[in-house]
């Protein structure tokens, strides 16, 4: 009994004097990281490009899906230059074009961005007619693989991805 009244006392003086220190009470949740800060640089490379969405033209309203291969290459620590060939098909509009895009884009700290484009059409698949068009789009980096894109023109409407291309598997 002498020597837990000991160990009690010890351990008491020792709360006291401030001599021992206890880490912060488990409150049911994770700390919270830092947030993350984005450059150019996390948007480099060759990005499959899938889209969808609507346009608008002559009155009319039209499914749009499309396609294609973009690479991004940064020249600054907030932007740079894409190129790339694009595959789009208006469906009911009747257009299914091949073309060339070309353009720039921003990234801010936060992960988001712009990306401001020409597409330059090469050839008409099957029917429709085919033009060049500008397009402006707001992006998110959501991983190390993955940009999400969403078109802000007043006449087309679509979301889509960017998924980096990895090297094929044999």
Not at 27 to 41: E, L, N, Q, V, W
Not at 43 to 72: C, E, K, P, Q
Not at 138 to 164: A, H, K, M, N, P
Request: glycine residues 16%; charged residues 10%; negative net charge.
């Amino acid at each position: 009994m002498k020597a837990r009244t000991g160990l009690v006392i010890g351990v008491v003086a020792a709360l006291a004097m401030g001599g021992v220190s206890f880490a912060k009470p488990w409150r049911g949740g994770h700390p919270t990281p830092p947030p993350p800060i984005f450059s150019a640089a996390d948007f480099d490379g060759t990005y499959v490009a899938a889209f969808r969405g609507s346009v608008t033209s002559g009155g009319d309203t039209g499914v749009l899906v499309g396609n294609g291969l973009l690479t991004a290459t940064p020249t600054s620590a907030t932007g740079g230059t894409v190129a790339g060939t694009e595959t789009v098909n208006d469906g009911s509009l009747g257009d299914v074009c091949t073309g060339a895009v070309s353009g720039t884009f921003t990234v801010a700290s936060n992960g988001t961005g712009t990306l401001t484009t020409t597409f330059t059409p090469s050839g008409t698949i099957n029917v429709g007619t085919c033009s060049t068009s500008s397009n402006n789009e707001s992006l998110v980096i959501t991983s190390d693989r993955e940009v999400s894109i969403v078109q802000t023109d007043q006449f087309l409407s679509t979301l889509g991805s960017l998924t980096l291309q990895g090297s094929p598997v044999f």
